[in-house]
């Protein structure tokens, strides 16, 4: 199976791979369902108000305020519902575990595991991993459901915590919900079963960062005269060598400070804008790496490009690989450079902040409540089961009775 074929059969590529209209279509969609629940909520906890007061309510001057006109709901749009979730999810890319907070496997691990582990790249740590797993977990769950419905944080560490467990890199309840202030046990997990839905119990994400490594190691060993062409290619290791000079400009040191510091950059987009923008839903992890290596330094990627479609029959899937990568890298840098927003951007958060509070559905607020409801359901249909499976077995027994016993042989 290929690479191709391999990705293809993913989870991530046939669930969560959109084109922009389909994309913008599902958050209208999903916007304007959860619009109207909003407004159904609203209104039945109005009518429950109503019910459960003693008398109607009577002002000065002889009106009933109780039945009061209804004022028409000022819900989120589809781009303010965008920002405030691209602030969340900053927030999670931010977030710094504590040194005395433990994020790996729960058994011990040899001296030499530990060593490999330290020597990983930056952007390989278990820290990063884990938090570009759970912004991606974070806006696959608000394609189909709204910031009206589940406030973004209370998602957020639930995201967070799940991630540490898909992404393998364990760490109690206790001790990771004592990062956030205000937060207990109890509403960490609360949303959990609402999330792993949300997500479609899919919880693989394939993201760009070890493609880049290894294109970046691909490239290194292309310029030390290493470099192996494509099978089928009829390209030495000392063309390969010549092609990276003359785009990197210079010899051998020249070739790797500047791999080096486009390197660098790179991981800083797929640490960021990547995580930030609708990339992982447009565009496949190759793309996306060879999309922030176009942006850090385009002659290195448009090299690396060709030495794997060299043939002259391949010229017309270079070019649109190329147009793609194009379309990738403008998408990648229309993300601000920083994470935190500028202080006109804190203020339209600010306001979409209390606009939401006027819309949040009520009924869905109190999520450890509601989890625990479930659970008492769950218990009650439990004991349900169980009494039914008992009392049919008690009739068969009845039913046995009345003929009396088992004939014997």
């Not at 209804?70 to 999670?92: M, N, P």
Request: proline share 6%; hydrophobic share 40%.
């Amino acid at each position: 199976m290929s690479e191709d074929d391999s990705y293809r059969a993913s989870t991530q590529y046939r669930l969560w791979s959109f084109t922009p209209p389909a994309l913008a279509s599902l958050r209208s969609s999903t916007n304007a369902l959860a619009a109207d629940r909003v407004r159904a909520a609203l209104k039945r906890a109005r009518e429950a108000r109503i019910s459960n007061a003693s008398a109607p309510n009577i002002d000065g001057n002889g009106t009933n305020t109780s039945t009061e006109s209804e004022k028409e709901l000022d819900c989120l749009t589809v781009d303010e519902e965008q920002k405030l979730l691209r602030f969340f999810c900053a927030k999670i890319i931010e977030h710094d575990f504590p040194t005395n907070v433990k994020v790996g496997i729960p058994f011990p691990v040899p001296p030499q595991a530990i060593a490999r582990l330290s020597s990983l790249p930056t952007l390989l740590r278990p820290h990063n991993l884990v938090k570009a797993t759970a912004v991606q977990y974070m806006k696959r769950f608000y394609l189909s459901n709204s910031p009206m419905t589940y406030h973004p944080k209370q998602i957020m560490a639930v995201a967070l915590f799940l991630s540490t467990k898909t992404e393998h890199h364990y760490t109690s309840l206790k001790a990771f919900a004592a990062q956030f202030p205000k937060v207990t046990p109890e509403e960490v997990v609360a949303p959990e079963f609402l999330l792993t839905q949300g997500l479609r119990f899919t919880f693989d994400v394939k993201h760009p960062h070890r493609g880049l490594e290894g294109g970046v190691m691909e490239l290194g060993a292309i310029a030390d005269g290493k470099g192996v062409g494509v099978p089928g290619q009829a390209i030495t290791a000392k063309e390969l060598q010549e092609g990276i000079f003359k785009a990197g400009g210079g010899n051998i040191n020249d070739v790797h400070k500047r791999l080096q510091k486009a390197h660098g950059k790179a991981k800083d987009i797929l640490k960021t804008s990547a995580l930030l923008t609708d990339a992982y839903f447009l565009y496949t992890p190759a793309q996306i790496w060879l999309s922030a290596l176009l942006i850090a330094d385009e002659p290195l990627a448009l090299f690396y490009v060709g030495t794997k479609l060299f043939s002259p029959t391949a010229e017309q899937v270079k070019i649109k690989l190329i147009t793609t990568l194009r379309l990738c890298a403008e998408l990648l840098k229309s993300s601000p450079a920083t994470l935190n927003p500028t202080s006109e951007e804190m203020e339209e958060l600010k306001r979409i902040g209390k606009k939401l509070y006027g819309c949040q559905n009520p009924e869905k607020v109190d999520l450890v409540g509601l989890n625990q409801a479930q659970k008492r359901e769950a218990e009650v249909d439990e004991k349900a089961v169980k009494k039914r499976k008992l009392e049919r077995e008690n009739s068969m027994r009845e039913a046995e009775s009345v003929f009396g016993g088992e004939l014997g042989k």
